[in-house]
């Protein structure tokens, strides 16, 4: 998946659950910068930040990464 579909996905689902981009960065316990460039698709994030991600959004990681197998997420 392109970094800039996921980083569109992280923001998107984020909104849903009514967080703000400072309440997601404290709850992912990452400064609100590095949410941020994760948010715009500058920054990759990484298998363990996208797994924090998928579980503070309370789904799963298919759901951020649809239409990818495993081996193309790594």
């Known amino acids: 998946m392109e970094q800039f579909q996921l980083a569109q996905r992280i923001r998107a ?3 849903l659950k009514g967080m703000t981009q400072d309440e997601f960065a404290r709850k992912l316990g990452v400064s609100i910068a590095v949410l941020g460039s994760i948010e715009r ?3 990759r994030a990484d298998a363990k930040i996208i797994h924090k991600i ?11 990464l649809p239409n ?3 081996s193309e997420r790594k």
């Open 68 to 70: 990818t197998t495993y």
């Open 13 to 15: 689902f984020r909104k």
């Open 41 to 43: 698709g500058t920054r």
């Open 54 to 64: 998928a579980e503070s959004l309370e789904i799963g990681v298919d759901e951020l």
